[in-house]
């Protein structure tokens, strides 16, 4: 592998707390991108055998949700601990660093207790090229490397149906083989980078995070993934002509301003199969890669005292309610694969189907690794279920997208409330789909009220964008 790898530096000082770091355990924090509750782990069409093979070794949240279903503000909340609507990060494009200038976030609560602190990939959203990462996390840090883009677009489709005056589509809205060589992918550099950290001598424990970034778009993997799903035989997910039928206009507005012109623009070239085909190759590619860095990790020092933590920042509409993006309060857009491994603690191969939030990761690291607590995270510690997954737990997952949106996720239900007060209330034991809206049924009103007592109290004014970014783009 070509990639250039930097010699270990000279460690900078850092504030250590009164609490050893002697035998503390390491931390390898594994993200996905965009990867969505259709694969094997829970019985979908997409293979993840990696992922199915780390669920064998620890607990499986089958109820995880992120805490907003978009990469910047799901991933600026999970690493900060708070809530979108408490610190206004609500989208892509959000500074969320000018916006929380203090905020420790949770691998510089580890540098605080003697860690050594190191990444590759995607963790922070990377908006305009990078712009999100965040220095101040990590000692060191991989940066996620451009995908090889091909000489023209891949799908052939050069203009929106639906949107944007019809214009050129973006350079990411392609898919397709490619490339070739796999050394060349972004995940390959990133997991190369990975399994070089995981083979040499660390003097002090570590939390390092890889972020994986298939099955984000462009859907690009190599030929031998697309093989695997032969458009012939291809699974297609469920998809209700009347879906939007019964939508309130809270979700009519989310779903206009979630980019439908990419949808549009995907059914209207009659290319939906081709796209999902290319999203299944793209996701067990992301899996043969963490299967890389599993291997590594357990031939590695460090197999017995790593916690590792696996998770994807949101959902993914693949058609479903007229939809391609995340970007929605739904079960799609929100519901995330999450394996938690922590060696004396979870039994292998444990479930537990309690809803749970990716906010709740920042206090369950801590108290796994015995830091000092940060008191005011908005989150949970979820070591209790890891001990126990049938404990008891009367905390639904609560998510927010776009001010004054939100949704709460009990174990039967979803309850929906948009900032125009309209609502949507979903009964999974009957309707996992979320087909049929019930939230006008005067019986269930008891049952909205309860659910409407989560509700963030805050919804705090939505924070400064990024400067637009003026670089150029090839198409
Ligand atoms: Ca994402």
Redesign the pocket.
């Known amino acids: 592998m070509m990639t250039a790898f930097m010699p270990p530096i000279n460690i900078p000082r850092v504030k250590t707390s009164s609490k050893s770091s002697g035998k503390r355990a390491n931390v390898l924090f594994i993200a996905v991108?965009?990867l969505n509750d259709w694969i094997s782990l829970y019985n979908g069409p997409i293979r993840m055998p990696n992922l199915e093979r780390l669920a064998k070794k620890g607990l499986t949240f089958t109820n995880a949700y992120c805490a907003s279903p978009?990469?910047n503000p799901?991933r600026a909340s999970l690493m900060t601990g708070f809530r979108p609507s408490t610190t206004g990060i609500y989208g892509n494009a959000t500074d969320w660093r000018k916006a929380l200038p203090d905020a420790v976030t949770l691998p510089q609560h580890f540098m605080n207790h003697g860690y050594w602190a190191e990444g590759a990939g995607k963790i922070f959203h990377h908006h305009y090229h990078n712009a999100f990462h965040d220095d101040a996390s990590f000692h060191r840090f991989f940066k996620l490397r451009e995908d090889p883009w091909p000489e023209r677009k891949l799908n052939r489709i050069t203009n929106w149906i639906g949107g944007r005056d019809g214009g050129p589509t973006s350079q990411p809205f392609d898919w397709g083989p490619w490339p070739n060589d796999i050394e060349l992918t972004p995940d390959a550099q990133t997991v190369d980078y990975t399994i070089r950290f995981l083979g040499e001598k660390h003097n002090r424990p570590f939390f390092f995070a890889a972020g994986i970034f298939r099955p984000?778009s462009p859907w690009y993997a190599p030929m031998e993934y697309f093989k695997q799903y032969p458009l012939k035989k291809l699974v297609m997910p469920e998809i209700f002509d009347e879906d939007l039928n019964d939508l309130p206009s809270g979700a009519i507005k989310v779903l206009a301003e979630g980019k439908p012109f990419i949808y549009k623009t995907i059914a209207g070239n009659n290319q939906l199969k081709a796209a999902i085909q290319a999203y299944q190759a793209c996701a067990t590619f992301a899996d043969d890669q963490i299967g890389r860095i599993l291997i590594s990790l357990d031939d590695s020092p460090y197999k017995n005292n790593t916690i590792i933590v696996l998770w994807s920042?949101?959902g993914f509409h693949l058609g479903e309610k007229k939809h391609w993006e995340?970007f929605a309060l739904w079960e799609k857009s929100t519901r995330v694969p999450l394996i938690i491994c922590a060696p004396g603690v979870t039994g292998p191969g444990s479930v537990c189907t309690t809803p749970v939030s990716l906010i709740d990761l920042y206090p369950t690291l801590v108290e796994l690794c015995d830091l000092n607590p940060r008191t005011a995270l908005e989150g949970v510690s979820l070591v209790p279920l890891l001990k126990n997954p049938q404990a008891d737990w009367d905390r639904p997952a609560v998510m927010t997208y776009g001010r004054g949106n939100h949704a709460v996720k009990s174990r039967r239900w979803r309850y929906i409330r948009y900032s125009d007060g309209s609502e949507e209330l979903y009964d999974h034991d009957a309707d996992a789909n979320e087909w049929h809206n019930l939230a006008n049924k005067p019986e269930l009103q008891n049952t909205i009220d309860e659910l409407k007592k989560w509700l963030p109290e805050k919804n705090a004014i939505p924070a400064a964008d990024m400067e637009p970014w003026h670089g150029e783009f090839k198409y």
């Open positions: 991108d965009d978009a990469c799901s984000h920042d949101n995340k």
